[in-house]
């Protein structure tokens, strides 16, 4: 047979299916892939019985069913303020990690070259690679992992198209705030950027704090792409449904990627999101509080550990320490934790093109029941 060269000849598998492979392995509780053990609201999940049973089981439209899109219209004026055009402006996707790799596909061109803030999510890097991009990757370091802009603005050349964020930020948990959307703004604009905004997380903050969405800032909206996740909003990852908002001229490119990469996405699933979305639009706004019980149960239990930690700010995950434990490199340590404690976690140092020196840090997924968490942390606390 035919030898073909590897189009990603230094991609593996992702961490995540080996990490919840591991777990299955050693019946280790999992906390490392990014997934609720509980279900979404029952009224959501019966809603897509019921247009199963109505015979909505063909292709919905490539752009997603028109009364999925008015709620995610009318979702974006009311958390945003921001005017979305229900036609132009807005495609339902297979999943954000569809979205952002429709969107990469769209605009990167041989040799462009795409900044990418690590940690970062590790789809970016080969859709980048294969689209014939370049990526750029910038380190965010512990304790605060805050971008620094002028490191940022020294690394854009006259190749760079894209900066890729995330906020909330997986894995750190860090967000951004308004002066971070400015300095962005500022950057896109000096050197005519596109930005790529993955904001999945987007209800998953804490403190009372408010979400910095590209789509606040109005200048900024114009010249992005912003992509956000049903499953993680509604505990239904499992659901593969996103979408992604731009400015009419921007997502008629995307579209034309993503009408030859899905084309569409579960018709039952969207129709029942559209009407969860009209009865419900407060389920969004209970969501941050929703979440940081949690947080706050997992970290209070986890007190008694020799984990070290700082509150995460947002998403469903949280980082700690485990140098007073062991003093081994952070994959070694996500493996013994495994064999050891039967608890599954994250090394962040996968999330690095180059990690830092003496990187100690693994992220713990919190989106669990409570006794869920109560199991691992009484393993945990042993260590």
């Given at each position: 047979?035919?030898?073909?060269?590897?189009?990603?000849?230094?991609?593996?598998?992702?961490?995540?299916?080996?990490?919840?492979?591991?777990?299955?392995?050693?019946?280790?509780?999992?906390?490392?892939?990014?997934?609720?053990?509980?279900?979404?609201?029952?009224?959501?999940?019966?809603?897509?019985?019921?247009?199963?049973?109505?015979?909505?089981?063909?292709?919905?439209?490539?752009?997603?069913?028109?009364?999925?899109?008015?709620?995610?219209?009318?979702?974006?004026?009311?958390?945003?303020?921001?005017?979305?055009?229900?036609?132009?402006?807005?495609?339902?996707?297979?999943?954000?990690?569809?979205?952002?790799?429709?969107?990469?596909?769209?605009?990167?061109?041989?040799g462009d070259e795409v900044i990418v803030f690590d940690p970062a999510y590790d789809s970016y890097d080969p859709a980048i690679r294969l689209n014939?991009?370049?990526?750029?990757?910038?380190?965010?370091?512990?304790?605060?992992?805050?971008?620094?802009?002028?490191?940022?603005?020294?690394?854009?050349?006259?190749?760079?198209?894209?900066?890729?964020?995330?906020?909330?930020?997986?894995?750190?948990?860090?967000?951004?705030?308004?002066?971070?959307?400015?300095?962005l703004y500022e950057l896109a604009e000096q050197h005519d950027l596109l930005v790529l905004s993955d904001e999945v997380y987007e209800h998953i903050?804490?403190?009372?704090?408010?979400?910095?969405?590209?789509?606040?800032?109005?200048?900024?909206?114009?010249?992005?792409?912003?992509?956000?996740?049903?499953?993680?909003?509604?505990?239904?990852?499992?659901?593969?449904?996103?979408?992604?908002?731009?400015?009419?001229?921007?997502?008629?490119?995307?579209?034309?990627?993503?009408?030859y990469l899905t084309f569409s996405s579960s018709t039952p699933m969207q129709l029942a999101l559209a009407d969860y979305l009209a009865a419900h639009?407060?389920?969004?706004?209970?969501?941050?509080?929703?979440?940081?019980?949690?947080?706050?149960?997992?970290?209070?239990?986890?007190?008694?550990?020799?984990?070290?930690?700082?509150?995460?700010?947002?998403?469903?995950?949280?980082?700690?320490?485990?140098?007073?434990?062991?003093?081994?490199?952070?994959?070694?340590?996500?493996?013994?934790?495994?064999?050891?404690?039967?608890?599954?976690?994250?090394?962040?140092?996968?999330?690095?093109?180059?990690?830092?020196?003496?990187?100690?840090?693994?992220?713990?997924?919190?989106?669990?029941?409570?006794?869920?968490?109560?199991?691992?942390?009484?393993?945990?606390?042993?260590?």
């Amino acid at each position: 047979m035919r030898q073909f060269d590897s189009k990603l000849p230094s991609t593996g598998t992702t961490i995540f299916t080996q990490m919840s492979e591991l777990a299955a392995k050693h019946q280790a509780i999992n906390l490392s892939q990014g997934f609720p053990d509980f279900d979404g609201p029952s009224e959501l999940l019966n809603r897509v019985g019921h247009y199963i049973q109505q015979g909505a089981n063909q292709y919905a439209p490539m752009t997603g069913v028109p009364t999925l899109r008015q709620a995610i219209q009318s979702k974006l004026s009311r958390c945003y303020n921001h005017q979305a055009d229900v036609d132009t402006d807005i495609t339902v996707t297979s999943g954000a990690t569809e979205a952002l790799f429709a969107t990469i596909s769209a605009f990167v061109q041989q040799g462009d070259e795409v900044i990418v803030f690590d940690p970062a999510y590790d789809s970016y890097d080969p859709a980048i690679r294969l689209n014939g991009g370049i990526p750029v990757h910038l380190a965010l370091l512990p304790p605060s992992f805050a971008i620094d802009w002028q490191t940022v603005a020294n690394a854009v050349t006259e190749k760079t198209k894209i900066i890729i964020v995330n906020s909330p930020h997986n894995p750190t948990g860090t967000v951004f705030s308004s002066n971070d959307l400015d300095a962005l703004y500022e950057l896109a604009e000096q050197h005519d950027l596109l930005v790529l905004s993955d904001e999945v997380y987007e209800h998953i903050v804490f403190e009372g704090a408010e979400h910095q969405s590209v789509l606040r800032h109005k200048a900024l909206a114009k010249r992005s792409v912003v992509v956000s996740s049903f499953g993680k909003t509604y505990h239904t990852t499992g659901w593969k449904i996103g979408y992604c908002v731009a400015p009419a001229a921007l997502m008629a490119e995307v579209r034309k990627v993503h009408q030859y990469l899905t084309f569409s996405s579960s018709t039952p699933m969207q129709l029942a999101l559209a009407d969860y979305l009209a009865a419900h639009p407060e389920h969004d706004e209970i969501l941050p509080s929703f979440y940081q019980q949690k947080r706050d149960f997992f970290n209070k239990a986890m007190s008694d550990s020799r984990f070290t930690f700082t509150p995460s700010p947002g998403t469903y995950f949280q980082l700690m320490d485990y140098s007073a434990i062991q003093d081994i490199p952070d994959s070694e340590f996500a493996l013994w934790l495994i064999e050891t404690a039967g608890v599954a976690a994250i090394p962040i140092s996968v999330f690095y093109q180059t990690p830092p020196e003496d990187l100690r840090l693994v992220r713990f997924c919190f989106a669990k029941q409570t006794s869920t968490l109560s199991a691992a942390v009484k393993q945990l606390v042993t260590l």
